[in-house]
């Protein structure tokens, strides 16, 4: 059984992460929610604010991959160019979207509508407005790219609002055991199951928990099956090893 | 003035990353840990488990920074490939290393000396060893590219054994400026600012700490004279809004 693969990219726009000034917070948070999706993240890159940069980066992605996601440079200041990096990625041009200056009004008396918080209503032609529950300023979908803000409970909420606009390919589902047993120890046995279920991602991920180390492997595959026959080959892998294998990750 | 730039990339290898199971905590260790040496960190991708794709990424950033540092995919498993895709990346072969088999032996006793596990002694013709004072198994550099554990507790050790052989060129410093101000509010004279400075990068974070929001200005420049010009121009920008600027960032 081959299951349907959907795939995506993430594009983490920004010189503050780059610098160290910023944790990345949102890389985990997309990963997972793709993932219960059946969505398999194939690729991230951090990128600088250069326009170049974004353009020859969107494009690649935007080809590469069924969705494309971005975070951060659409807010208000001169360092925000994702928007307008975007639209020259598309060969299109950013024009105020009505729907987009009708949100800002309800969020900006019109004392605070400056032009530089009126350019959150700018995008590129042919886009579709992301609702942004949390401070109004929108983001976008234009084709396969998904523009969200880098605020995490920004970025956050914008997934739960594109969610039900994503088309998912057969889920990828995980089990996990873990062992006391090194890595070193059960790598050999673990070769074996792995050339056993040559389309099966084996991981193999040291631990060391209340004093005690030890590995969790850790099996993906769409094809449920293959996995429960392949978990009970490590978990007799880990007894004939001497141990008894632990169900999950050890917290 | 302009200061000599040293550039580097960072490559996350893993498949856990891409899913979702592991949270990197290493881009931000290393982002600062560069940028305290006065080396820029450009671009960050995260690839899975594929040699090729290890390969074409390595061979691309290698050329087009001045240094790549890669974490992950040099532990004992089959899904380890990180030592063998960087040797054919170099157009070399991987050979036991005497002093890495060494480093082994003083970790592992005779009988826990498994194939597996030796295989950590493995590095490419022409590499050099990093140590590893935490687990002994050692990483290693070849030509500009740095080959470090994916553990984050070893990752960083790694980092302080080779931080000696690293050359930073002029350092970027910074200036935060922080306001209770909106980044709307601020945007259109943090703009005339930025083209004051074209060379500087000028950013604005906004903020949300104690029930208040906000906005900071981080302004990064190897001239440290213009920096406190570009300083002193965003205190006034803040000072003309009816705000007193605060100094730093805001906890």
Do not use: C
Request: zero cysteines; glycine letters at 8%; aromatic letters at 6%.
């Amino acid at each position: 059984m081959t299951g349907k693969d959907v795939t995506a990219a993430f594009v983490i726009i920004g010189n503050e992460i780059l610098s160290g000034r910023t944790k990345d917070a949102n890389l985990n948070f997309l990963a997972t929610f793709l993932n219960q999706r059946g969505i398999q993240l194939r690729e991230v890159r951090v990128v600088p604010d250069i326009t170049e940069t974004i353009i020859d980066t969107v494009n690649l992605l935007k080809a590469k991959f069924d969705y494309v996601f971005t975070s951060g440079g659409i807010g208000p200041t001169h360092d925000d160019i994702t928007s307008a990096s975007i639209a020259e990625a598309f060969s299109t041009e950013l024009y105020r979207h009505p729907d987009a200056e009708e949100l800002l009004h309800t969020q900006y008396s019109p004392e605070d509508r400056t032009p530089a918080r009126m350019k959150m209503a700018d995008v590129p032609r042919g886009a579709t407005l992301i609702d942004n529950p949390v401070s109004k300023a929108p983001g976008f979908r234009i084709e396969n790219v998904f523009v969200l803000a880098g605020v995490p409970e920004i970025f956050q909420a914008m997934l739960d609002e594109l969610a039900p606009s994503l088309v998912g390919g057969t889920p990828v589902e995980s089990v996990t055991v873990s062992t006391n047993l090194g890595e070193g120890v059960v790598a050999d046995g673990l070769e074996v199951i792995q050339n056993n279920f040559p389309d099966m991602d084996v991981g193999s991920y040291p631990y060391f928990r209340s004093g005690v180390f030890g590995t969790s492997l850790v099996m993906r595959s769409q094809n449920t099956a293959d996995l429960e026959l392949a978990a009970e080959q490590v978990r007799a892998l880990i007894r004939s090893l001497g141990q008894e294998p632990i169900e999950g990750e050890v917290k």
